[in-house]
């Protein structure tokens, strides 16, 4: 007989009514929810999983102590007008709702306090006003990653997990998760404690180092925020949200490519592609970052720019792929794992909490330590 699992009854109520489910229609897939929903008998965890899926909501969220405390989409994302709130779309909002499972999950970890000696949301504080570069260069220096350091991280896979190691070092976790959704990198989620930032597993290496600094600088300007594709999303925004986006892309770009390093890289080289291909492997950005850069010194013509563009989009990043394990380990973070199996072995959380905060079956953490600890230096 499967094992029944203990979750939180008014949870199974909140998540029910919050996907829009009366009780008569909820009992046709799930028989025993109004016995669940009375704290009178538990589901097991194929049950669990296969109404985290009915009501769109993680397998971790009917384990908290009571409904959880889950701001309008509206408050979230207070730069986003709501045109854009509507646009977004029901994987993303579910996402959303994983997301702050992992934000609340590694608050529990961590006791209520963030671990960073340094916390660069706190110490960091600007105006939509100020003038971009400074921004980033502030924001560079407090980091301390030297262009010789990023220079000699020599691809973009090791830049992602370098940047990914340098940011947790103040104050800031990253998860990854596939969007499925091609038009949205990522987002952030702001909090005072504990931001963090969540970037779609399925773009490009370079895309994602990108998103991590678009993401960023929202939280530096204490807001949640989204990163999409195109101008189209920017050019429909207004008045400080509009500038907030713009700081947001243009520090990301200062700050991955100072215009130094640039000046020095780039002297005496030709604006074509083979030199952006080489810039680009340089600095961990993608061939369309560098080109853009060309095509602003007016190097290049729009005409040269929108080709080498279209053919780069058309080629694409095609993921590895690789097994489950080695997934949600790039998905949740050694860090962030190794700090869950911890506090089990501490006593502090128990094994179907394990399983929850890593957003894993129980019968699978066995193998993903395994996995982890094969990655150990």
Request: hydrophobic residues 40%; aromatic residues 12%.
């Amino acid at each position: 007989m499967a094992e029944a699992m203990p979750i939180t009854p008014a949870v199974v109520t909140w998540a029910r009514e919050r996907a829009g489910f009366s009780m008569d229609a909820a009992i046709s897939d799930f028989r025993k929810i109004v016995e669940w929903e009375a704290g009178e008998a538990f589901p097991s965890y194929p049950q669990l999983e296969k109404m985290a899926e009915k009501f769109k909501v993680p397998v971790a969220v009917f384990f908290f102590p009571a409904p959880p405390d889950l701001p309008p989409i509206e408050e979230t994302f207070r730069t986003l007008g709501p045109d854009q709130i509507a646009e977004i779309p029901p994987r993303i909002r579910l996402l959303l709702r994983k997301a702050r499972t992992f934000q609340m999950g590694v608050e529990e970890l961590n006791g209520g306090r963030n671990p960073a000696e340094r916390l660069i949301t706190r110490d960091l504080v600007f105006r939509p006003t100020d003038r971009i570069e400074e921004i980033a260069a502030e924001v560079r220096a407090y980091l301390g990653v030297t262009m010789e350091q990023q220079f000699a991280w020599g691809d973009a896979e090791t830049a992602l997990e370098e940047w990914r190691r340098v940011l947790l070092g103040v104050g800031v976790y990253v998860f990854k998760d596939s969007f499925r959704e091609p038009d949205y990198s990522g987002f952030c989620l702001y909090d005072d404690e504990f931001p963090i930032i969540y970037v779609n597993n399925t773009t490009a290496k370079t895309r994602q180092i990108f998103t991590l600094f678009h993401e960023l600088a929202h939280l530096l300007f204490h807001t949640s925020g989204v990163d999409r594709t195109g101008d189209g999303f920017v050019d429909e925004l207004v008045g400080d949200n509009q500038r907030i986006e713009v700081i947001c892309n243009r520090m990301a770009a200062c700050l991955l490519v100072p215009e130094d390093a640039f000046d020095a890289t780039f002297a005496g080289q030709a604006p074509t592609e083979a030199t952006a291909a080489e810039l680009a492997q340089l600095f961990s950005v993608s061939r369309e970052f560098i080109f853009r850069k060309f095509l602003d010194r007016d190097l290049i013509t729009p005409g040269e720019y929108d080709q080498a563009a279209r053919r780069w989009a058309e080629q694409g990043q095609r993921g590895k792929g690789g097994d489950h394990y080695n997934t949600k380990i790039a998905y949740l973070g050694t860090e962030y794992i190794n700090l869950a199996f911890q506090r089990f072995y501490q006593n502090r959380i128990d094994y179907n909490q394990l399983a929850d905060i890593l957003d894993t079956k129980p019968k699978n953490l066995t193998r993903l330590e395994e996995y982890v600890s094969r990655r150990a230096p």
